[in-house]
C-alpha cells in the first residue's frame, strides 16, 4: 500500500514503478535505486534509496545481510504505517536538500509525538 501522505509527484512515480514491477515490467527502471520500507502494520512504503539511507538505522539494515532477506526491503516493526509515510516523506523532503523541500513538509499535530520518537529510533 503506497501512502497517502507521500508528495504528489513521488506518488506519481512510485505508483507507476510498483506497478510495471508487479507486472513484471521493471526492466525499464533500476529497482536497486528504490528500497521498501514495511510498517508494522504491514503497509509498505516505497522511497529513493538515497532517501532511505538518510537514516543510520536504515543504512546498517540494507548493509548488514543477515538482517532482512532481500536487501531491498526493511523491517520496522515497531513503526505504524502512517507514523512511517510521514518519515518516509520527511527522508524524501530531506533528501532534496532544499529549503523549499523541506517547506512543503508539513506535520499534523497528532502525529507529532510518535513521528519524533520513530526519527529518533532510525536515526534521522
Given at each position: ?30 529497482m536497486?535505486?528504490y ?21 543510520a538505522?536504515?543504512?546498517a539494515?540494507l548493509?548488514n ?20 509515510e ?11 536538500g ?23 529510533y532510525?536515526?534521522?
Open positions: 500500500m503506497l501512502g497517502a501522505y507521500l508528495l504528489q509527484d513521488q506518488k506519481k512515480l512510485v505508483r507507476t514503478i510498483y506497478s510495471s514491477y508487479k507486472s513484471g515490467f521493471h526492466s525499464q527502471y533500476n536497486s535505486d528500497i521498501t520500507l514495511i510498517a508494522s502494520d504491514g503497509s509498505r512504503c516505497i522511497i529513493p534509496r538515497s532517501a532511505g539511507c538518510l537514516s538505522t536504515i543504512r539494515s548493509d545481510q543477515f538482517l532482512a532477506s532481500n536487501k531491498d526491503e526493511v523491517q520496522l516493526p515497531s513503526i505504524s504505517g502512517v507514523v512511517l510521514k518519515t518516509a516523506e520527511y527522508a524524501i523532503c530531506a533528501n532534496e532544499t529549503v523549499e523541500a523541506l517547506d512543503r513538509f508539513t506535520l499534523p499535530t497528532e502525529l507529532a509525538l510518535e513521528v519524533l520518537v520513530a526519527a529518533d532510525l536515526q534521522l
